[in-house]
């Protein structure tokens, strides 16, 4: 018996009717004791959460957790980073937990995260 590839199934499976491709899911689905329903609903349910996930993240957001011990050298890196003048840096750290950074890459969030660290402060990457 000779092996069939995953892309001759498919290509064989796009040259059915709609009508012969939903009894060859109900076939399968007798035959393998399982429900293709259940991940259609549960993708319904999600409000595509789960394709969201599958996706890959492009941008990243750094999140200043706590200013730290010293957290003058952390106001310092968040006026670096920022653009920020002193007083909005200050209330940024004294507010913390907020946002220092917003849709940047990942190579930027990054290297934020690691001044921050270097300085004493705590921050995450969402």
Known sequence: MSEV???QVVDYIKGMSLLDAADLVKTLEKELG?????????????GGAAAEA?????EFDVVLEDGGAERVKVIKVVREVTGL???EAKDLVDNAP??????CSKADADEIL???TEA???ATIK
């Open 120 to 122: 004493g402060g705590k």
């Open 5 to 7: 590839t995953r892309d």
């Open 34 to 46: 399982v429900s293709a329903a259940a991940p259609v609903a549960m993708m319904a349910a999600g």
């Open 85 to 87: 003048g002193l007083k």
């Open 98 to 103: 907020k946002p220092v950074k917003e849709a």
């Open 114 to 116: 690691k001044k921050i």
């Open 54 to 58: 599958a996706e890959e993240k492009t």
